[in-house]
């Protein structure tokens, strides 16, 4: 069965540091993933998915099928990145509406 | 609307007690689903809808929950004989279908449920 991990529950940094937040992944087939954040106060909401291969708000992500991970990265943070973030993984086969997400990772960014 | 309407916001209930939740997708979005965040946790997939009907109902926990559409619009999620475990955020989201290649589902509020 297939299976998101985000190690990190809490992630502290300052403004303009960088900031990495983990996802691994476990599934045998062709996976599909994606990052959803959820602002204070706000719905969650997607951020960017692996196939488009795009940067929303300085934030990338790639997916590397060797070590299973899809690490949401960004040089410099800002503290309106202080939010909620979900991996989850779409499995071959399925709505796209239907996905496994990671438990979340809190993270903020200190001025 | 603008975006996904979930109602109630709150619900609490007692335990044994049946509840309905219920949810407004956007217009025009065929596709719907349900999700249960537990705290601390992430969404949980429970059921999805293409048009009036369930098209996967994999993720829901067992058979006192239950899920329709009638319409193909509004969705109604009824839990029977409600636990404390049940004690979550009851999460829809729509899309305008289920299929396409980089769509994108939108969330609503959720409606935050307590079994006391």
């Known amino acids: 069965a297939q299976r998101v991990t985000q190690p990190e529950k809490l992630l502290s940094v300052f403004k303009g540091a960088p900031v990495e937040l983990k996802c691994n992944y476990s599934y045998s087939g062709s996976p599909e993933l994606f990052w959803y954040v959820q602002y204070s106060r706000q719905r969650l909401q997607l951020l960017l998915r692996?196939?488009s291969r795009e940067s929303i708000k300085g934030f990338t992500a790639d997916l590397n099928k060797g070590e299973t991970s899809f690490h949401l990265k960004k040089p410099f943070a800002q503290e309106e990145d202080s939010a909620m973030y979900y991996c989850?993984?779409?499995?071959?086969?399925?709505?796209?509406?239907?996905?496994?997400f990671g438990q979340g990772t809190i993270l903020t960014v200190h001025p | 609307g603008a975006g996904v309407s979930q109602t109630p916001s709150n619900k609490v209930t007692e335990k044994g007690k049946y509840v309905e939740l219920r949810c407004d997708p956007i217009?025009?979005?065929?596709?719907l689903y349900w999700y249960r965040q537990s705290l601390g946790q992430g969404p949980e997939f429970l059921i999805y809808?293409?048009?009036?009907?369930?098209?996967?109902d994999s993720g829901l926990p067992n058979d006192r929950f239950f899920a329709v559409r009638p319409e193909g619009s509004v969705s109604t999620l009824k839990i029977q004989r409600t636990e404390r475990g049940d004690s979550a955020v009851y999460l829809c989201?729509?899309?305008?279908?289920?299929?396409?290649?980089?769509?994108?589902?939108?969330f609503g509020e959720g409606s935050w449920l307590t079994v006391v």
């Open positions: 217009s025009g979005h065929t596709a």
């Open positions: 809808f293409q048009g009036t009907g369930a098209a996967d």
């Open positions: 989201a729509s899309s305008s279908r289920g299929d396409d290649s980089g769509n994108t589902i939108y």
């Open positions: 989850a993984l779409k499995t071959g086969g399925t709505s796209y509406g239907k996905l496994t």
């Open positions: 692996h196939i």
